[in-house]
């Protein structure tokens, strides 16, 4: 692509993810990291030398407008993925989410639209439907705010939204379905499992577990924003990346139990339940849209992205850093 790129979140999961993914591609990349007295770059800390040096880091916060405005500089393509997106946190912090998710989006977009970026990406989660009124939910569903992070990401959205109507900014609003693989939080559903029975524990503990969620692996995320980003079709547009596949946590549960240890059982843990209105209950996505608009397609079967997934945590150094006898909110 020869195009200098900005990602915001780019010391997280699916940020790290896209770097590597973008880097292959032929983009020049600056990483927008968020700032920290240790200097942590996230999980950029764990490239090879080659890999990182090849990267240009820009330290600062989503929060801070003049921050974002001097990442921006000499940048054609934005890739926005810096969000607060723990949804337990979000219950008793819901001004940090507003503060990181919608403000630091405006920041983004403001910015974006003074550069004249070429194409500005934001992303979005299948959150903002809650709990399917129609399956396969597509990019016409209604919007649902089950929890302030589901409101704060409505909230972005709409204002990206905002931007492309008002202004012309040649926004893509992208929303995965649920992304997993190495690098994952331990506030997400999978590593959860899987580093619980890592650690020996035999009684695994989960909250909730007859929704059902559409599994997406994080290669296949990520590639889904490349192809978006190349098609011009795809500006002013909301897009799902999804499977179009259900698994519920409890079927999800046992596959990775009998994968890593067929003694360990389900004991249901009342901590990690949502509220009861706020649960979302069920998520199926339609891919429709991005197939008929890209050339994305998944390459990875659930299987498949879960055994990577295993193989990951299953090495100790990436292991020791998730504290599995807690719950992480």
């Known amino acids: ?49 080659e890999k990182l040096n090849a990267i240009e880091i820009f330290a600062g916060d989503v929060r801070d407008p003049n921050g974002v405005r001097t990442a921006l500089k000499d940048v054609d393509v934005v890739f926005h ?24 989006t405006l920041n983004v977009l403001q910015a974006c639209r003074d550069f004249n970026i070429e194409r500005v990406l934001v992303t979005s989660t299948s959150e903002v439907y809650g709990t399917a009124m129609y399956v396969p939910i597509d ?21 990206a939204d905002s931007f492309f109507r008002s202004f012309n900014l040649p926004v893509t609003i992208v929303r995965p379905f649920n992304t997993f693989g190495p690098r994952q939080s331990a506030r997400a559903v999978i ?31 990520v590639r889904g924003f490349n192809e978006i980003a190349k098609s011009g079709k795809t500006i002013g547009q909301e897009i799902n990346i999804a499977t179009q ?11 990775l139990i009998n994968l890593i240890n067929p003694e360990a059982k389900i004991v249901s843990d009342a901590v990690r339940l949502r509220p009861e209105n706020s649960e979302v209950e069920r998520l199926l996505g339609s891919a429709e849209k991005i197939k008929a608009l890209t050339d994305w397609k998944t ?7 879960l055994q990577q997934t295993i193989n990951w945590f299953g090495n100790s150094d990436n292991l020791k850093q998730y504290k599995a006898a807690i719950y992480n909110v």
């Open 1 to 49: 692509m020869n195009k200098k790129a900005l990602i915001t979140g780019a010391d997280g999961f699916i940020g790290s993810h896209l770097v590597e993914e973008l880097l292959d591609n032929g983009y020049q990349i600056k990483a927008f990291v968020q700032y920290n007295s240790f200097n942590s770059w996230g999980w950029l800390d764990s490239f090879p030398k």
């Open 299 to 305: 390459t990875y079967t659930l299987n498949e992205g």
């Open 81 to 104: 993925l810096a969000a607060l997106i723990a949804i337990p946190y979000s219950y008793h912090s819901p001004d940090s989410y507003v503060d990181t998710n919608v403000k630091g």
């Open 245 to 255: 596949q259900e698994i519920s946590i409890g079927d999800l549960a046992q596959l």
């Open 191 to 221: 590593p959860t499992i899987i580093t619980q029975l890592l650690n020996g524990q035999t009684e695994i503990k989960l909250g909730a577990l007859h929704p059902t969620r559409d599994l997406l692996f994080v290669k296949d995320t």
């Open 139 to 159: 990019e016409r569903h209604p919007k649902q705010a089950q929890s302030p992070y589901s409101a704060s990401k409505i909230g972005a959205d709409a204002m």
